[in-house]
């Protein structure tokens, strides 16, 4: 029997060592922290994964820049899963499937408690990284919802009579106004009115029949 050790023998005779950090190993880490509730501190997450705070801001930028990309990564995620959701409804378009998609993120958003936990850890900090543009997290949504809007404007399934740009934004802000409401002003989190908001937004936007 030969002596000679495998690439495969190698590998699983070091499977204990731990792999080389790289700034998607920042990302993941940082994370699954902010899902068990932890709070993300570049020192912290540096002092685990073995590296300098130096190496850490120059793979993620800051702290803010850091919780955007957790953030929408996790917003993709339902975004992605509502639109194939309603996609797969025959005959679901126009106002309809547009409403279908913001109400299916908008329950989960509201029932999302990583969320709240991280609203309620320090929301003027919170708020900052998810409304406004710092993080990047609020031009993405926008750019997703002018996506949608510009999809369903193209199929002839809206006519809106605004430009697509400021729908996006204005549903966009509705959404944010409900889901972080109890931050904002002390009321529970309710959807239904935001779809509501959304209708009525849309309302002239039925193509003539």
Sequence with gaps: MTDKATPLALALGKETAKERPTPLTAFKLARRWWLDGKRINLSALAEELGVGRATIMRWVGN??????????SLYKDEFDKAKA????????????????IYSQINQ?????????????????????????????????????????????RDAGHIS????????????????EGVVYSDMICGRKP???PA???LRLLLSSSQPQQ
């Design 85 to 100: 959701r309603a996609d797969a409804q025959p005959g679901l378009v126009g106002v309809d499937y547009l409403t279908e």
């Design 108 to 152: 989960v958003l509201v029932q999302a408690e990583p969320l709240h936990h991280f609203l309620r850890q320090d929301p003027q900090a919170a708020l900052k990284v998810l409304t406004s543009n710092e993080s990047g997290i609020q031009s993405r949504l926008i750019n997703a919802w002018i996506t949608l809007l510009r999809e369903q």
């Design 195 to 197: 779809n509501t908001a």
């Design 160 to 175: 809106p009579q605004m430009d697509i740009q400021s729908l996006a934004y204005f549903i966009v802000r509705i959404g």
């Design 63 to 72: 702290k803010d820049l850091l919780l955007g990309e957790v953030l929408w």
């Design 190 to 192: 309710e959807p239904e």
